[in-house]
């Protein structure tokens, strides 16, 4: 145990109680970041799976009496129906059953809405064959001739909208990973330049007894790997936390919409990189920036 | 390639430390030292005499390579310090062995562990320094106290800890900026004695003292400092020197 110790007393320093509390915060702010932007991309994922594979036709209901509207709405279902699956690339045409409707607006409407008390249009889910998909405005065109007011929707629009706000929270994902890995950069070179005025003297003696400029740096990234490391497996405990509660939150509020939070053992062993990467940066930076001072030195 | 050369020539003109017409000034401030010529052959012993702020630690300090002349030519162990890199610095200062005035022992390290650290700095595992490490501080009188920090030590104590650290890589120079200077006559002349044991064993020695009693004492050559000059001299410091030139020894 005889060389356990370090020559330079940098635990003592300031540096030492500050830097874990400021890499923890980043790590935690880093692993929320990247939570959201995998949660997301699963979401935008499973939307686009579930649908690329179907569109919606939505035929508006009609006004006036019931039973000539009723009758009137029949007639367009079944011209509707018929041209869909008339149209090469559709593999079925199925009306929604009004059921299975009510369920679909439980989450903006609430439970127990009768399909009766509003005037809801008749939808029919269509199957695409995505090898052999057919011209979505030609057959919007011939549906809205045969049954005035039908819209065709390849939600495509939505999708679009819907990929690009998963890309802009990725991207700010990485930006804030980035920012995070900057930020513990920046913080080690003015930790360990500080180390380097502090123990100025120490320095000094070790190289007139013959340590060279490596053998410093080794002391500051050992000491800066262990600080890095300890926050930021502190930071990450904090957001696995943060992630599990809110997670709770959403099997409680059961609402269909919210985005499934559970991660997979893959995205877990991510998560888990953060502090690792974080304190790889700190080391590094330690080192260079030590290596850097010392060389500028006569 | 084989050296034609007999022993005897290469002996006679290779020396540890060489200094040509050396100056030193630190920054832009006057000259500290002013044309310090002389040599020391290996194995030499010699005291370096002169008095308070003749340029001692100063031209210690250009030994031990903690800086470089202003203007001459200093050469140690056949190197020219002028064209040493940084690493070839690091690695010639491990042949040096320095006892400073202030001892510069790390208050957060034990007796134990401050002795051990040029071995640590110099690569040597653990296991291996333990053992020799404590009969050094046992050699130096200190063998109960190896697991003491220096702030809980005497100023006597912690000076052989710094000698202590100063020879334990058996160095090939060992150079002692007033090394019995907080410690009494009779343990002044046993410092001595240890470090004439090293001298025996091949380590070239050159102590800063201005204690002419105990410089009178022994019987080695003196290097004598005056206004920044030096000046060697057979035996004990028989009167002050004029400035200038100074002479081989």
Known sequence: MLFRRGDLPLDRDPTGRFLPWLVALMVYLAALALVCAMVMNKMVERWDTGLSGSITVQIPPKQGDPTEAGAAADASLDAVIEILLATPGVISAEVLDPDEIVRLLEPWLGAGASYGDLPLPELIAVGIDRSAAPDFEELSRRLAQAAPGTILDDHQSWLGQLLDLARTIELVAALVVILVGASAATMVVFATRMGLAIHGRVIELLHLIGAQDSYVAREFEMHSLKLALRGGVFGLALAVITVLLVERLFERMEAALLPDLSLVPGEWALLALLPLVVAGIAMLTARLTVLGTLGRMP | ?249
């Open chain 2, 1 to 249: 390639m084989p050296c034609l050369l007999p022993p005897i020539i290469k002996r006679i003109s290779w020396a540890l430390v060489r200094f040509e017409d050396v100056v030193l000034r630190y920054g832009a401030g006057p000259e500290v030292l002013r044309n310090v010529s002389f040599h020391l052959e290996p194995g030499s012993f010699h005291f370096l005499a002169g008095p308070s702020g003749a340029g001692k630690s100063s031209l210690l300090k250009l030994m031990y390579l903690a800086c470089r002349p202003s203007s001459g030519r200093a050469m140690l162990f056949g190197r020219d310090v002028a064209t040493l890199a940084r690493r070839e610095t690091a690695l010639l200062r491990r042949r040096i062995g320095v006892v400073f005035q202030d001892f510069r022992l790390l208050d957060h390290l034990t007796a134990l562990e401050n002795v051990a650290l040029p071995l640590k700095v110099g690569g040597q595992r653990e296991n291996k320094v333990h053992q020799h490490v404590a009969e050094l501080l046992a050699w130096v009188g200190l063998a109960d106290q190896v697991h003491a920090f220096p702030p809980t030590l005497s100023g006597g104590q912690q000076q052989r800890i710094a000698i202590a650290r100063a020879v334990v890589g058996r160095p090939s120079l060992l150079l002692a900026d007033e090394p019995t200077g907080n410690v009494d006559d009779r343990i002044a002349v046993r410092l001595l004695y240890l470090f004439e044991e090293l001298n025996k064993l091949g380590t070239t020695i050159v102590i800063a003292t201005h204690n002419e009693s105990l410089v009178s004492r022994f019987s080695h050559p003196v290097l004598r400092l005056t206004e920044g000059g030096v000046m060697a001299g057979p035996g004990p410091v028989a009167g002050a020197a004029r400035a200038g030139k100074g002479s081989a020894a």
